[in-house]
């Protein structure tokens, strides 16, 4: 297991810091608030289907997964979320972190979400199919169409295998006519490759602390 350091964001929120890679999982100006922006309010809630599939890269501590599960709920759409991740994280870890999730209903759906099995779907909700894939990004092979993607991996600068014009054109082969990529990198190279590979891109402004982030299409 990689060491790793719960930290508080700006908004009350927690993080996980990864020493050996000096790089955090969100925003240290706010986690919360930081995937409300990027993932729900720039992605999710900009998307016309009302029945979305949905792949996330990096379930790491589950909150996109979590905030889009409460989206689907509010906006009365249907979701099929597939994420990967090749480090889950402890259950002890994860029971540690603070998103505000305090209600009975959302404590039992965060636990929902960590106890499903691994690469099987599951339904967490009535409106919320959750598929976990344990893998490797730069090794797989997607096999299911997607509406929207959250590309939610570790910045560039730390692991730039992750942000490849490779990976970007599989995924997008992989998107359906329509579809919405979003990221919350907003570096010149990474806007380039994904034009390279097909999408229309957007700069649209950032969360707290960060001016921009993407936003792509296939149109
Ligand atoms: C920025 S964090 C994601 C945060 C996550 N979306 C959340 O809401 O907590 C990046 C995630 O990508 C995962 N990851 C790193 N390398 C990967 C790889 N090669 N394939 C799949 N996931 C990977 C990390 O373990 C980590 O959970």
């Known amino acids: 297991m990689r060491k790793m350091e719960i930290q508080k964001t700006s908004d009350g929120s927690s993080t996980l810091y990864l020493p050996e890679m000096d790089e955090h999982y969100h925003s240290t100006n706010g986690a919360l608030t930081e995937s409300l922006h990027v993932f729900i309010k720039t992605g999710l809630e900009t998307h016309e289907k009302?029945?979305?599939?949905?792949?996330?890269?990096?379930?790491?501590?589950?909150?996109?997964?979590?905030?889009?599960?409460?989206?689907?709920?509010?906006?009365?759409?249907?979701?099929?979320?597939?994420?990967?991740?090749?480090?889950?994280?402890?259950?002890?870890?994860?029971?540690?972190?603070?998103?505000?999730?305090?209600?009975?209903?959302?404590?039992?759906?965060?636990?929902?979400?960590?106890?499903?099995?691994?690469?099987?779907?599951?339904?967490i909700s009535e409106r919320f199919v959750l598929k976990k894939i344990h893998g490797d990004l730069t090794k797989t092979v997607f096999e299911d169409r997607f509406d929207l993607v959250y590309f939610d991996a570790f910045a560039p600068d730390k692991q730039p295998d992750m942000w490849s014009e490779e990976i970007f054109r599989h995924i997008y082969e992989q998107m359906n006519d329509g579809g919405i990529f979003v990221t919350y990198c907003a570096k010149g190279v990474v806007r380039r490759m994904l034009q390279a590979v097909g999408f229309t891109t957007e700069r649209l402004p950032g969360p707290p602390g960060k001016r921009e982030m993407l936003r792509a299409k296939k149109l």
């Not at 402890?90 to 965060?110: H, I, M, P, R, T």
Request: some cysteine.
């Open 50 to 123: 009302s029945e979305l599939s949905v792949l996330e890269i990096g379930f790491g501590t589950g909150l996109n997964a979590m905030l889009t599960l409460k989206a689907a709920d509010r906006l009365e759409r249907c979701v099929n979320y597939s994420s990967i991740e090749l480090y889950p994280l402890s259950k002890e870890l994860v029971d540690s972190l603070d998103f505000g999730f305090d209600s009975q209903e959302d404590k039992a759906n965060f636990s929902k979400l960590h106890d499903a099995e691994w690469n099987t779907s599951v339904a």
